[in-house]
């Protein structure tokens, strides 16, 4: 349906002086929908963030959001609000200034500015806070402000770029949570970089996969995972063992092996290590194609030990033509 | 027994020999700097000194009565500090948009242009004086007010460029994307941002350059004489016609605004702030 599509790109190119950029890059946001953008640094997501949010100029191609041309607009001008990686709260002002200066802008009455800060920040549970100056809080908090202060502008698209990657692992996963839950509450359309698979897997509607300057693959996470189009994006998103035959090479998921003790029917081999990993336990076995990996489940693992012959089949498994080179 | 508290081979043998080295070299080094500052206090508080006395005989503020009442030295220090204003503020209006472009734009040529101000300070100053001397005849400005406040923002020309360039240098671009995202122009964000977080340096600057100029005397000298007679050229003046007595305490008058400019100066700036200014990228 037309009428749903919130952000479009078309056909957008965007080269540096060295030769790096983004090139035919063609992506539809519908609306309410959380797109995560996912390549190793320097494929070029930010590149396409910044183009979106108006600090770039593309060099070829549209951008549009509810059907209108927004890339000849300067950033101030355009209907997106950004998330940075460092926050870039505003150091000389307080969490309330912070907050009012793009209300200000938009010559919201006082009163009206007020009842709205008051209410964002109980959003981001940050309330009580207004007099606070950015270097007074916490890494997390300074997230949760910055983000509030985009939200306050009711942006059409909002951009995060990399916004949880200053912040350790356990206050990541929780801001997480709480941007899928804020995102799917206030139905905002939304356009999330990272570096990060697991990141990407847990919170998207649609992940794009990037891979020098191209888009390699977009899709939902559970296609992306069960489907990677090529062996770049199957070794980009969660584990994988490339088996690597004359003609083609096999990839198999850690989960889709199955471990049996002693010969039989499929790939020979020994234990190398058991590892436990909670509810699973991951064993290595160094087998006649090198080493594979597999994840088994916790209870039925009692009996491995290291350099005990086993036997390996593979329940699942994608094949992909020699010639491909994974960069990881 | 008795020990001699003031023997110096005891003093030799607790602190070993280089720290008594050191001990001698700061007694001299404080006796030649604080020495004629305290003369300086002497005299300017000495109501009655005669020969062959060695302190004055009567301690009194006799003399600053007297400064005071002097009406061309009293005129000399409130012209002073209206060029020092008048000419920090001005070269804060032209050079704080020249640092900023200087800042934020890498063209060719750039780091010619940051050297440039620093060759108006880099030659004896009394022969761009006379250049400058030539020209002002020319266009009229010798003995002029205006003529006066150009000699004095050149003082502080380069100065106010090199540490208001790397105070904008300082602020992360992405301070001001964000003032763009959240709907400011460019002018407001410049404003409300730029301006704001680059104040410290600026404010170093500006107390520099209002130092530099109560402090300018030879330019002063050649080109307001005899209309404009700020406190250091009134200096000369004092030198010679006046007792020493009074002398002094117009010198002391003369350092109580620059210390105090340097009071600030240490409180509220470090001296990072000051080393990271005169870096040249």
Known sequence: MAEDIKLEIRNMTKKYKTGDGVENINLKVRKGELVTLLGPSGCGKTTILRTIAGFLKCDEGEILIDGKRIDHLPPEKRPTAMVFQNYNLWPHMTVYENLAFGLKLRKVPKQERDRQIKEILELVKMSGMEKKYPSQLSGGQQQRIAIARCLLLKPDVLLLDEPFSALDAKIRSQMREELRKLQIDLKITVVFVTHDQEEAMALSDRIVVMEKGHIVQVDTPANIYENPINKYVASFIGEMNFIELEDKTIAVRPEHVSVKSGEGNGIKGTVRAVMILGHYVEITVDSEYGIIKAYVPNESVVSYYPGESVTLSFSKFLEYPKDEKVVM | ?281
């Open chain 2, 1 to 281: 027994m008795t020990l001699g508290l003031f023997n110096p081979r005891r003093w030799y043998y607790i602190l070993g020999r280089k720290k008594i080295t050191e001990l001698i070299i700061l007694c001299v080094f404080i006796v030649f700097f604080y020495g004629p500052l305290i003369h300086l206090f002497i005299l300017a508080f000495a109501d009655k000194y005669e020969y062959p006395w060695v302190l004055p005989r009567e301690f009194g503020i006799r003399w600053w009565e007297y400064v005071f009442k002097q009406k061309s030295l009293v005129s000399s220090m409130s012209l002073s500090f209206t060029f020092a204003f008048l000419s920090t503020a001005i070269s804060m209006v032209i050079c704080l948009p020249a640092a900023f472009i200087l800042s934020r734009y890498n063209f060719k040529g750039r780091k010619l242009i940051m050297l440039s101000f620093l060759i108006g300070n880099a030659f004896p100053k009394i022969g761009l004086y006379t250049s400058i001397g030539i020209i002002y005849y020319k266009l009229g400005l010798m003995g002029t007010f205006v003529g006066v406040l150009i000699i004095h923002m050149i003082e502080s020309m380069m100065i106010m460029i090199w540490l208001p360039t790397s105070a904008f240098r300082s602020v992360p671009r992405q301070m001001e994307e964000a003032a763009r995202d959240v709907g400011a122009g460019p002018v407001r964000t410049f404003f409300s941002i730029t301006l704001p977080l680059a104040w410290p340096g600026i404010a170093v600057a500006a107390v520099f350059a209002f130092i530099a100029s109560l402090g300018e005397n030879q330019g002063t000298l050649l080109v307001g004489l005899p209309t404009y007679k700020t406190m250091p050229v009134e200096m000369y003046g004092v030198i010679l016609d006046y007792p020493a007595t009074a002398g002094a305490v117009f010198a002391l008058i003369l350092m109580i605004p620059h210390l105090l400019l340097l009071l600030l100066l240490r409180r509220y700036i470090g001296p990072e702030t000051l080393s990271k200014g005169f870096k040249m990228n």
